[in-house]
């Protein structure tokens, strides 16, 4: 057997090592980021004054629909996965993950689903359009006819996720160094651990709710027709009881990474360890229960709305430990701010602004005049991009070096960083008010009230684009060469991964490590 | 300077004060921040539950970045201050579970109150059946024979920037929906074809219209007034162009404007016996072509490939009358997104409309329908 990697481009086709599947993850990952993000920015420039300028109508919901798949299935859960087949074997002492073959074929499906669903843009009837969360039956009856095509994406995005979670959880359950016990893995493991187990609660469950869809649409079934008895709400509750699930899904792994980055900059253990086990834990679970608020307008009996509202007001208990576990991790720290602690610091702020937003979210009184406005908006990108956009960043400075062998470019990480919080947070904050003053989420054109901020936001988010090109090219440097990397990188870090050379070699851990 | 800043403000404050409030209010309205206060008394309790809400983030936010931000300014190694180890207490952790379980019990009680409020539909005095359709309202009011749809008034032109737009751009209909003030009306919402949301910021009412289902819902409006929405579920192209107009008035006045309504549908069923020139009903066929239909098969007549088909010279517009009569007034069993206007329109409305698809973009077949070859078609189906 070759102890190198392959040459050319088999080594990418054929590969099982945990490091070249991790990357290819991470680079799809990156090029759909972008993908995403030129979508975003057709819509922030439609939206740059009332009136339609750019686009019709018609294709602007295809992109804020697109815009939204591409971001979840596309960006920001493939970076997570890529992010845990590099680290979780060197977190854990483990030569690669337990199931190399599978790990190749669910990386090696994605680029054929994704393209699939971009195919749909070019077909006649346009792509779908009917928003990422698909409602029927404006996603079944009312749709265009490439919504199979998005239909056979989805379950194709959904196997290759469902193959990943089992590679991880086999992984982690099995492939421990000696003395590796669960309660001294690092957080990043713990929290893909639970990731994993709800990846497998829900995934099948999005597979069966557009399994659903395409009976309705070919096969004569009516789930969610009330004209052939069934009922249109029932698909909000199916494709929530993912959906929830889902966006915890995309903030669990980040969770981790910022456990792992502050105590490195503070040079100080993680306060709570048990506590953050635990807490992530209470999340996960409750994440399962709390589907229903979501749909707070769709006229659920009291009962139900009640029982929601106060599951859902109980996530900010849990959710705060952790918050306040990182405070006291800093406080009386000994602090140094390069960017990967920019970026945690940053991801500590604004992912508690999001969280705050939830919170108010949750009430569901005052849900009735937030649900669907520019409010929800600012809401989801406060606790997705700080939340899993800057914790994968984040993530990638304090790894990279690691990787490569090579330094990034400090000064060009801080530039990266100042632009894209500032840009960030002139896109976003600004549909706070908007949203608040009555302007709805979803639509190409709107009210002249809502002019100004919509202008700011629109200025921000290009800037927070350009903010990623100079990301790239940080990136892409470092990847070529730059200033060498000792194999601890930063000052004192804790874990197994800083304890092989830099970059780390094609097989590490062949000969399992002791943990004390 | 801070003293001669504030003798500044006071000075300005005191020549400028009435130009000063007037500016504030307009800018107020021109950058909304918050959710308004609203004219019921359940918009009154959210906007204050909001308001709770909001100031219970505040004090943690403040709480928890001010310490943040001080060990950040203070606790840095390049002010050579030496790291502490500690990294565990279990009281610590538990204080930071309880108390916040606390805040959240006190806060669910005056939300569980305002959420058995706004359910509490009994005893209404006026019922409105509210019907989403792509992309207009229908209004009905139960009990007479007062029934009409509710169109965005906004012209193309300023939607596609060839015209400066009005103060409420996207926020008028050609009809609003007219109630009496100090009365409690109850909502029974419901929609055609996909899922659509009645929304009026003001009222506190949102709930969603789902095609098979009534929803209920209520409000009791204490003063007259104008007060917009718009639709706030994702329901196909033209979302965010389907608002809504609330009319509140009191109640004689709410009285006249009904017998009005009724008598001038008394009105339009006589006219479906009268016999139309051709000019009249291309005349009144191509402003309902603009409002009804043009959504879709495009101003010009010409549809969007693939999604929506044309008029202009299609197979149906210049076949058959049959077929066209029929596509129109039963809808296409084929494409739901063609509904069965037949329900929609009024006999007049539905003759003139067909008179026009068949003589306008080119299409020249010469034929004029009468509102009573409309009531045939539909009285042999």
Redesign the interface.
Known sequence: MAHGPQSGLKRWLYTTNHKDIGTLYLWFSFAMFFMGGCMALIIRAELFE????IVK??FF?QMTTMHGLIMVFGAVMPAFVGLANWMIPMMIGAPDMALPRMNNWSFWILPFGFTMLASTLF????AP???WTF?A??ST??A??SVTFFIFSIHILGASSIMGAINIIATILNMRAPGMTLMKMPLFVWTWLITAYLLIAVMPVLAGVVTMMLMDIHFGTSFF???GGG???LFQHVFWFFGHPEVYIMILPAFGIISAIIPTF??????????MVYATAAIAFLSLIVWAHHMF???MP?AG??FF??AT??I??PT??K??NW???????????ETPMLFA?AF??LF??GG??G??LA????D??Y???YFVVAHFHYVLVPGAIFSITAGVYYWLPKWTGNMYNETMGKVHFWLAFIGLNLTFFPMH??G???M???????????A??NQMASMGAFLFGAAQVVFLFNVVRTVMGGRKATEQVWDNPQGLEWTVPSPAPYHTFSTPPVVR | MLRGFDRLFALLAASLSAQFVLAEEQAV????????KGVTE?AQ??YE??ML??WI?VA??VL??G??FY??WR????KG?????????TA??LV??II??AI?IL??IP??K???D??DTDKADLDIMITGY?WKWKYDYIGSDVTFFSNLSTPRT????EQP?N?????EVDEPLVVPIKKKIRFLITAN???H?W?V?DL?????A????I??SWTRIEEPGIYR?????????????MPIVVKAVPQDEYNAWLDGRVASAVKMRELTGKTFTFDELFAQGEKVYNNVCAACHQPNGKG????FPAIAGSKIATGPLNNHLNIVIAGSQVN??MQAFGEQLSEVDIAAVITYQRNAFGNEMGDTVQPVDILNFKNKQ
């Open positions: 009332p009136g339609l300028q109508p018609e919901n077909m006649e009837g346009g359009n009917f928003g409602y039956p404006l009856e009312y265009p006819p027709s009330a004209a009922d249109p709400v503070a040079r100080k253990p993680l306060f709570g360890y048990s506590s307008t769709v006229g009291i709305e009640l509202m106060y007001m109980l900010s208990v705060g430990v918050i306040f405070v006291s991790t800093m406080f009386r720290g000994s602090m140094t701010f610091i500590i702020i508690a602004i705050f937003s919170l108010m009430i569901a009184p005052a009735f005049q649900h669907d406005t008010f908007v608040l003053a009555g709805p989420r979803r639509i190409p054109d709107y009210a002249l009230q809502f100004d901020f | 309205e021109r950058w909304g921040v918050n959710m308004p359940v309790t959210t539950l909001h809400i909001f983030c943690i936010g928890v970045f310490v943040m060990s950040m606790h840095r190694k390049s201050y030496k790291a502490a180890q500690f990294h565990e207490s610590v952790e930071w579970t916040p379980t959240l806060m669910a939300a569980s305002t959420l058995y706004i359910y792509q300023q939607i596609n920037n737009k103060p409420n751009y996207l926020l074809d996909v899922i949301a929304w910021p506190a009412v949102k709930k969603d789902i095609p098979g289902f929803n209920e929405g718009q639709c706030a579920e994702l329901c196909g192209k033209d979302h965010g162009f969007v490939p693939g999604v739901p997104a």
